[in-house]
């Protein structure tokens, strides 16, 4: 089986920064892409920003809201993704979802969600 456990939400003031971590564990042979969404309270859930691992290089992806505050980071070795928030909003507030899809040891491919971790940014 793979797991994924996140941390690091918490309540911060606009303006302040916070920085996610969510750690894939398991059966794994080799992770892809991991990256992270979040949904709002009466919203649906949303691309937040990925990262993709490729014999090419490393590409990172970021919704239009985020981009030149949020940072997406990868530590390969640790199966491990980050998420550094900077200037953070009130409209930030949401449950972070970490995303991952992984080659399992079993050499098949799964996609895995995290248990969500709470954001809460105040005015």
């Known amino acids: 089986q793979v797991q994924l456990v996140e941390s690091g939400g918490g309540l911060v003031q606009a303006g302040g920064s916070l920085r996610l971590s969510c750690a894939a564990s398991g059966t794994i042979f080799r992770v892809n892409a991991m990256g992270w969404y979040r949904q709002a309270p009466g919203k649906e859930r949303e691309l937040v920003a990925t990262?993709?691992?490729?014999?090419?290089?490393?590409?990172?992806n970021y919704t239009d809201s985020v981009k030149g505050r949020f940072t997406i980071s990868r530590d390969n070795a640790k199966n491990t993704v980050y998420l550094q928030m900077d200037s953070l909003k009130p409209e930030d507030t949401a449950v972070y979802y970490c995303?991952?899809?992984?080659?399992?040891?079993?050499?098949?491919?799964?996609?895995?969600w995290g248990r969500g971790t709470l954001v809460t940014v105040s005015s």
């Open positions: 990262f993709t691992s490729a014999a090419t290089g490393a590409t990172t």
């Open positions: 995303n991952a899809k992984i080659l399992t040891s079993f050499f098949r491919w799964v996609e895995v």
